[in-house]
């Protein structure tokens, strides 16, 4: 058995930071569905702005808001504007394609991606 990368959100933008919250990192359910994380599912969350890198679970946003919110502790680490990766992973015996996709600065979808050896965030 080995970890694979299932699903990625990649280059989303924190439209908000509560501290306030409990916990955990809100999503447009738009994307949960786009790239396959389920509500609840355990995420790791990387930023290209500061490189923090956090553990949280998913929390379901309005459909349609672009919103990605960071909440409760996670949000003294990752803070609103940043740009950030957002990757869910599963345990298997076989090999997994990911879903991985692109969003703009609005957290809109803009394409599915393939990982592989030649791709590069330039050309992203």
Request: proline share 1%; net charge negative.
């Amino acid at each position: 058995m080995r970890w694979y990368l299932r699903s990625k959100i990649h280059k989303a933008t924190v439209t908000e930071a509560n501290i306030a919250y409990v916990g955990s990192i809100t999503i447009d359910e738009d994307l949960l569905e786009a790239c396959g994380l389920d509500v609840g599912e355990k995420v790791l969350v990387v930023s290209n702005t500061s490189g923090a890198r956090l553990e949280t679970y998913t929390i379901r946003g309005r459909r349609g808001s672009g919103v990605i919110c960071v909440n409760g502790a996670a949000a003294h680490l990752i803070k609103e504007g940043e740009e950030i990766i957002i990757m869910g992973f599963e345990l298997s015996s076989y090999r997994i394609e990911p879903q991985a996709i692109l969003v703009d600065k609005s957290n809109r979808f803009v394409q599915y991606l393939t990982e592989t050896e030649a791709q590069t965030t330039e050309r992203l």
